[in-house]
């Protein structure tokens, strides 16, 4: 394929390695965004412009099936250079799995292996849509950014970063998956910020995770707007310290699509506003959370999540020492679905945990009526 390559320096400069002197590589349409991606080196910024794109695919690294791009190399900035009107979109071609991975290795070691890590990666500007899982995948990743990315009607997940450290997904839209708008999955030091999702099964998911912060997002018209869960049979055993301030759940009403009746979303009722399962330390404060038919937000077990009260897991299954202040959370949990009328309401606690507690937050109703404050 013909590329038009930008150096950044003069070209009396070209033959030096790329970490010095890093390149700008054109694709137009008609060319392949991979065979870019292949090009660069680290430090290199691939940049497609508006059109629409069908790759041949390679196989993922992290993700079963066919990838149509993958990145594998530290420091790749793939950027779509859109413009109003005239987006860059990534489209499946043949069922191809993902969209969009950045991913040095599959092997879940790569938690404590730094090698197998890949470094200083950027996903800007697409549209991707159609694949039968994912539209982006991050993963074992450090310093990564997810920007100004539409992810929609993809099967499984919009985006989805897993094991990654310090990164961001910001900016960005979410539909139609049957799981997850934008997850975060056996992670730390994430900032997820200024997002919208809409049409999922969940929104915003973060899962067995620590110290990731949640800020002005939206969902709507998702089953539940945002889930923090501790799950059992993972490689990370707990979500803890996480903080989800300053966003915006409302209508999330959808019936749940999810496709794997073993997944553990499938329990997710419809109506759910922000929905925190087994976690510790959470921090939930200054949400606005409105008209969620089962619950606004709710703070359960494990084991009352799966609907067995008596469950035994590799994970302590309470909620405990998670603070739920000055939130607004009204009109919730006035048409919920028959399993959990009794428990309906604006704030709902099962009583499970230890430390958990309640301030100063704007509401109607509560299960039980009485929440235990927090401490001045």
Same mark, same amino acid.
């Given at each position: 394929m013909r590329f038009r390559t930008v150096l950044a320096a003069a070209a009396l400069t070209a033959a030096l390695p790329a970490s010095a002197h &890093? &390149?700008? =590589?054109?694709? /137009?349409?008609?060319?392949s965004i991979q065979d870019a991606v292949d090009q660069a080196h680290t430090g290199d910024r691939v940049k497609v412009l508006p059109g629409t794109y069908r790759e041949d695919g390679t196989k993922c690294k992290a993700e079963g099936g066919s990838c149509a791009v993958l990145i594998k190399r530290n420091g790749i900035k793939l950027v779509g250079a859109a413009k109003e009107g005239h987006p860059v979109v990534l489209a499946a071609r043949n069922k191809q799995h993902v969209g969009i991975e950045v991913a040095r290795t599959g092997d879940f070691h790569c938690l404590h292996k730094g090698k197998q890590r890949i470094k200083g990666s950027l996903v800007? $500007?697409?549209?991707?849509?159609?694949?039968? $899982?994912?539209?982006?995948?991050?993963?074992?990743?450090?310093?990564?950014?997810?920007?100004?990315?539409?992810?929609?009607?993809? @099967?499984e997940y919009g985006i989805f970063p897993l094991y990654v450290g310090k990164g961001r997904v910001d900016h960005s839209f979410a539909s139609d998956s049957n799981d997850t708008g934008i997850y975060i999955g056996q992670s730390h030091d994430v900032l997820i910020d200024t997002n919208f999702a809409r049409r999922n099964v969940s929104g915003f998911e973060i899962e067995n995770s620590s110290n990731v912060l949640a800020v002005r997002n939206t969902g709507t018209g998702n089953t539940a707007g945002l889930l923090s869960f501790?799950?059992?049979?993972? /490689?990370?055993? &707990? *979500?803890? *310290?996480?903080?989800?301030?300053?966003?915006?759940? /409302?209508?999330n009403n959808k019936k749940n699509t999810c496709l794997d009746p073993e997944d553990e979303v499938c329990n997710v009722p419809r109506g759910s506003g922000i929905v925190m399962v087994a976690? @510790?330390? *959470?921090? #939930?404060? @200054?949400?606005?959370?409105?008209?969620?038919?089962?619950? $606004? =937000?709710?703070? #359960?077990?494990?084991?009352?999540?799966?609907?067995?009260?008596?469950?035994?897991?590799?994970?302590?299954?309470?909620? @405990?020492? *998670?603070? =739920?202040t000055d939130n607004l959370v009204k $009109?919730?949990?006035?048409?919920?679905?028959?399993?959990?009328?009794d428990l309906a309401s604006d704030l709902v606690w099962d009583t499970t945990g230890d430390g958990n507690c309640w301030a100063r937050n704007t509401y109607d109703t509560s299960f039980p009526d009485e929440l235990p404050a927090c401490n001045p």
């Amino acid at each position: 394929m013909r590329f038009r390559t930008v150096l950044a320096a003069a070209a009396l400069t070209a033959a030096l390695p790329a970490s010095a002197h &890093a &390149a700008t =590589i054109v694709v /137009h349409p008609g060319e392949s965004i991979q065979d870019a991606v292949d090009q660069a080196h680290t430090g290199d910024r691939v940049k497609v412009l508006p059109g629409t794109y069908r790759e041949d695919g390679t196989k993922c690294k992290a993700e079963g099936g066919s990838c149509a791009v993958l990145i594998k190399r530290n420091g790749i900035k793939l950027v779509g250079a859109a413009k109003e009107g005239h987006p860059v979109v990534l489209a499946a071609r043949n069922k191809q799995h993902v969209g969009i991975e950045v991913a040095r290795t599959g092997d879940f070691h790569c938690l404590h292996k730094g090698k197998q890590r890949i470094k200083g990666s950027l996903v800007k $500007g697409f549209t991707v849509r159609g694949f039968s $899982g994912d539209g982006v995948v991050v993963f074992c990743a450090d310093n990564w950014r997810v920007t100004n990315v539409v992810a929609k009607e993809n @099967d499984e997940y919009g985006i989805f970063p897993l094991y990654v450290g310090k990164g961001r997904v910001d900016h960005s839209f979410a539909s139609d998956s049957n799981d997850t708008g934008i997850y975060i999955g056996q992670s730390h030091d994430v900032l997820i910020d200024t997002n919208f999702a809409r049409r999922n099964v969940s929104g915003f998911e973060i899962e067995n995770s620590s110290n990731v912060l949640a800020v002005r997002n939206t969902g709507t018209g998702n089953t539940a707007g945002l889930l923090s869960f501790a799950l059992p049979n993972l /490689h990370v055993k &707990a *979500n803890k *310290n996480n903080v989800i301030r300053n966003n915006f759940f /409302h209508h999330n009403n959808k019936k749940n699509t999810c496709l794997d009746p073993e997944d553990e979303v499938c329990n997710v009722p419809r109506g759910s506003g922000i929905v925190m399962v087994a976690v @510790d330390k *959470n921090l #939930v404060f @200054d949400n606005t959370v409105k008209h969620n038919d089962t619950d $606004g =937000i709710a703070l #359960v077990s494990y084991c009352i999540l799966v609907g067995k009260p008596n469950c035994t897991t590799d994970i302590d299954p309470n909620p @405990d020492k *998670n603070q =739920i202040t000055d939130n607004l959370v009204k $009109g919730n949990g006035q048409h919920p679905v028959e399993q959990y009328k009794d428990l309906a309401s604006d704030l709902v606690w099962d009583t499970t945990g230890d430390g958990n507690c309640w301030a100063r937050n704007t509401y109607d109703t509560s299960f039980p009526d009485e929440l235990p404050a927090c401490n001045p």
